[in-house]
Nanobody, 123 residues
Framework: QVPLAESGGGLVQVGGSLRLSCAASERTFSSYTMGWFRQAPGKERKFVAAIDWSGSSTSYDDSAKGRFTISRDNDKNTVYLQMNSLKPEDTAVYYC????????????????WGQGTQVTVSS
C-alpha cells in the first residue's frame, strides 16, 4: 500500500495559482511514477501530468503545458503540482496516483490513489 493524501486545493480566481501537494506515507514512494489526474462532474478522469521516479522525466496533457509544473521531493515523499494561469475549465477534483512503472497516461494503469482535492476556478 502507498497511502496518498492530497492537499492544496481551493477556490481561486481566473488567472490565479495554486500548488497541490500529495504526500505518501510509504518510504518506497521514491520508486514510483507519480501522476496527477482530474475529474470534473459527469466527466471521465483525465490525465494532467506525470513524473518518473527520479524526477528526470515529466509529461503533460496539452491543456496543462506551459501552465502547470509537476515536481517531486523524494526526501519528503511528496509530489507537487504547481498550477498557474488557472482557467474555469481547470475546475475539477484533482487526484494524485502512483504506479510501479514508466509514465502512463491512462488512469486505469495507476494502482494507488489519493482521496482527491477540489479545485474551483471562478470567473
Amino acid at each position: 500500500q502507498v497511502p496518498l493524501a492530497e492537499s492544496g486545493g481551493g477556490l481561486v480566481q481566473v488567472g490565479g495559482s495554486l500548488r497541490l501537494s500529495c504526500a505518501a506515507s510509504e518510504r518506497t514512494f521514491s520508486s514510483y511514477t507519480m501522476g496527477w489526474f482530474r475529474q470534473a462532474p459527469g466527466k471521465e478522469r483525465k490525465f494532467v501530468a506525470a513524473i518518473d521516479w527520479s524526477g528526470s522525466s515529466t509529461s503533460y496533457d496539452d491543456s496543462a503545458k506551459g501552465r502547470f509544473t509537476i515536481s517531486r521531493d523524494n526526501d519528503k515523499n511528496t509530489v507537487y503540482l504547481q498550477m498557474n494561469s488557472l482557467k474555469p475549465e481547470d475546475t475539477a477534483v484533482y487526484y494524485c496516483a502512483a504506479r510501479d512503472g514508466n509514465i502512463n497516461y491512462n488512469f486505469w494503469n495507476y494502482r494507488y490513489w489519493g482521496q482527491g482535492t477540489q479545485v474551483t476556478v471562478s470567473s
